[in-house]
């Protein structure tokens, strides 16, 4: 069984050897046995049904929550030369009639379904008809009513033990807390099924937070060693989005915003091309998560912070899911948390359930304030033990520095209770600075004994002080007292000199050097880049033809290796990990035609391709020649004419011919309303003519960067 599992891993898949626990988990599946895996992001899930299903006779149903999420898999597999199919609500029924023939026949071999679906009547009635390899349920923690990606059809799935009792079933899922592992095997009656527990670490991701200062600088600085690289940063508001989005286009960063206030197809339409473009920045809020299958985001970047080390860990996990070096990046300040704090407070649920939330928070703080590694302390709060510091880590690089901050936090916790245990930190620094403000003087405060007694400090650190004292519990926020500070139980040893404190030194270090000791921007060498960007223009040419995202023709982990050994002919190009016999029948020789510098790449990069745009715009091109010249979709030579428009580098005169009464309405449409620019949507409603919405992005940009001059 090994033997012939190793042999398809190689021949369909292009890989060498299996990763951890792999091996064992197809050999349970394929022998017939159920299996529970539990397996972080990247840790290579697929495979463990994949090649059971492979391996056994029949048909391999596979369960997902999410249309994106097969699509996606549908497409990889295709690629590879493995007849698989989706069946979705949005097809005809004639499409799924076509597919539910194919697979009577015996010619498709993955089956990809929602589990609504599978658990009709009908639908288990033909499956009943047919010989069927195993069942694969991914994601299978959305049957876990406790977690936030609970769907009510999965707990159906569990009538699958009964009526199909001699197929071994496997349940997948990246969320390891034990909860929700009994829970999936109770509920999906996996009572007997082997388990395979994954350790949870992520190795190639680079864990860094720094002190919140001026959090969008720091985030410039951050992505100054990224350029060209695809990320996600994370916002908890929609407005904030929508500004961060802006600000960084302006900057010259490709960006979208993502939120669950923006109209459906704009919203899918992002995701797409996130999807399908390289180097592209989502900034978001959570409502961007599940169904980002996206294996090469490099980084993800945090501007508030998550509300549990849970989320922090999901949503960070979504960098680097190929394996290649990675950045989990956060700002974080007093602000989050006392805005995190409030959101709580305010939030539904019985105290009980506050006071989980409660303790979930401490514990995201307390990572903040961590002095010891990064990943030792993520990872032990997941129940999993490190032996040594990760040295890959801002603490394990940078070191912490502590000092013996007991007076400070004496005067500090003292300063909170003579002013009354009301007034927020902004007041509690001017007393300890003394400083005679309107407000200091209207309440008395320069008489308190406290009053000029922090002179030692800068207000900077004395906020840095507050922060980590409220993050440590030993003071806290009075909520209904718009955010005063108050004392807790917890200070009181402190506060009777029978404690000690030690608090970490922030170094507010110039926001350039937060990228220090991460990795990821030394993925290809300089002197590679030009072959590099040859290799991924191909990949893009080929992924534009077949429709599909980039890596699906070959994730970066597989370019990286052609770059680095150079293959020259195919029999070495086989070589290559990640190079099936599929895809080297398919492209094999197109790839080492670049290797070999012989293939004509139309222009490699995002800013040459910018530059020629604007050259055949300003020469009277219209987009559809342009999309043919360039061989892009009209779609990405819209956005692009329009990111040039916002950037100042082109007109909208220059960029497109429109006939005037035309332009007139759109732009009356634009600015008919008071406040900000409407969107894309908002306007295209308000229109009595069809135009494209390329052109409404490209007059929006324009209104918008009149606006602002
Ligand atoms: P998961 O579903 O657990 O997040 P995937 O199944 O998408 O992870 O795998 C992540 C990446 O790792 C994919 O690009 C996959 O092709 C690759 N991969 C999986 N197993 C192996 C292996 N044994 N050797 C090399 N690459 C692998
Ligand atoms: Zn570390």
Redo the contacts with the bound molecule.
């Keep these: 069984m090994r033997q012939a599992a190793q042999a398809l891993?190689k021949q369909i898949?292009g890989?060498?050897?299996?990763?951890g626990r792999?091996a064992e988990i197809i050999e349970q599946v394929a022998e017939g046995g159920d299996a529970l895996v539990l397996?972080?992001?990247?840790?290579?899930?697929?495979?463990c049904f994949q090649i059971p299903g492979l391996l056994r006779d029949g048909l391999c149903v596979v369960v997902s929550p999410l249309i994106a999420l097969m699509e996606d898999q549908v497409a990889t597999l295709d690629e590879l030369g493995v007849a698989a199919a989706a069946l979705n609500s949005l097809q005809s029924a004639d499409e799924q009639r076509e597919i539910a023939q194919r697979v009577r026949t015996g010619e498709l071999k993955m089956l990809y379904l929602a589990p609504e679906r599978l658990v009709q009547p009908r639908m288990l009635a033909f499956l009943e008809t047919l010989p069927l390899a195993l069942f694969a349920i991914d994601e299978a923690h959305c049957v876990s009513q406790w977690g936030h990606d609970f769907r009510p059809e999965y707990l159906q799935l569990g009538r699958l033990a009964e009526l199909f009792p001699q197929v071994p079933r496997i349940a997948?899922t990246?969320t390891a807390d034990q909860r929700t592992r009994d829970e999936i095997r109770q509920r999906l009656h996996l009572q007997h099924a082997a388990e395979f527990v994954a350790s949870f670490d992520r190795p190639n991701i680079f864990y860094r937070i720094v002190p919140k200062d001026q959090p969008r600088k720091q985030l410039l600085g951050f992505l100054a060693e990224r350029k060209g690289d695809a990320g996600i940063v994370y916002c908890l508001s929609r407005k904030k989005v929508e500004e961060v989005a802006a600000y960084l286009s302006e900057q010259g960063y490709p960006a979208l915003p993502y939120h669950a206030g923006l109209a459906n197809e704009l919203r899918s339409y992002h995701q797409k091309r996130f999807l399908n473009e390289e180097g592209l920045i989502m900034v978001a809020t959570i409502a961007f998560g599940m169904g980002i299958?996206k294996?090469n985001v490099r980084f993800v970047a945090h501007l508030d912070l998550p509300k549990s080390l849970e989320a922090y860990y999901q949503e960070t996990g979504r960098a680097g899911?190929?394996?290649l070096p990675s950045d989990a990046w956060m700002a974080y300040g007093l602000q989050d948390m006392l805005f995190l704090k409030q959101m709580l407070q305010n939030g539904e649920g019985d105290e009980r359930h506050k006071r989980i939330e409660r303790h979930k928070l401490d514990a995201m703080l307390a990572l903040c304030e961590e002095t010891r590694c990064r990943r030792q302390a993520l990872l032990e709060y997941f129940g999993e033990h490190l032996a040594e510091p990760c040295g890959h880590c801002d603490i394990c690089i940078d070191g912490v520095q502590t000092w013996d901050a007991t007076e400070s936090a004496r005067l500090a916790l003292s300063c909170i209770y003579r002013s009354g245990q009301r007034y927020g930190v902004g007041q509690q620094v001017d007393i300890l600075l003394g400083k005679q403000t309107d407000k200091v003087q209207s309440l008395g405060h320069q008489h308190l004994s406290v009053f000029g007694q922090g002179q030692q400090h800068s207000e900077q650190e004395w906020r840095t002080i507050f922060r980590q004292l409220v993050a440590r519990g030993l003071a806290d926020v009075d909520l209904d007292a718009y955010g005063g500070l108050r004392l807790t139980e917890a200070c009181r040893p402190l506060l009777r000199g029978e404690a000690t404190l030690q608090l970490r030194r922030e170094q507010h270090q110039p926001a350039r050097s937060a990228a220090r000791g991460s990795a990821a921007r030394d993925l290809v060498r300089s002197d590679e880049r030009d072959l590099w960007e040859a290799l991924r223009t191909l990949r893009k040419q080929l992924a534009q033809e077949h429709s599909v995202p980039p890596?699906v023709i070959f994730?970066d982990?597989t370019l990286l290796d052609m770059l680095r050994q150079q293959p020259t002919s195919l029999s070495q190009m086989a070589q290559v990990?990640?190079v099936g016999a599929r895809k080297l029948e398919r492209y094999g020789e197109a790839f080492l035609a670049v290797l070999q510098g012989s293939a004509p790449v139309s222009a490699a990069r995002p800013e040459d391709l910018r530059h020629e745009l604007a050259s055949l715009a300003r020469a009277g091109m219209t987009p559809t020649q342009m999309a043919a010249q360039l061989s892009l979709s009209e779609k990405s030579v819209y956005a692009y004419l329009a990111e040039l428009i916002s950037a100042g580098h082109l007109s909208l005169e220059e960029a497109l011919d429109l006939p005037d009464d035309v332009l007139g309405e759109v732009q009356d449409a634009f600015l008919d309303t008071d406040g900000d620019l409407p969107g894309v949507a908002q306007v295209r409603e308000r229109l009595t003519r069809k135009v494209p919405d390329g052109v409404l992005h490209c007059v929006r940009s324009a209104l918008a960067a009149e606006l602002l001059d």
């Design positions: 891993l898949f890989y060498d050897a299996f990763r792999q397996m972080p992001t990247g840790g290579g899930k697929s495979l997948l990246a299958d294996p899911r190929d394996g890596y994730p982990a990990s990640g």
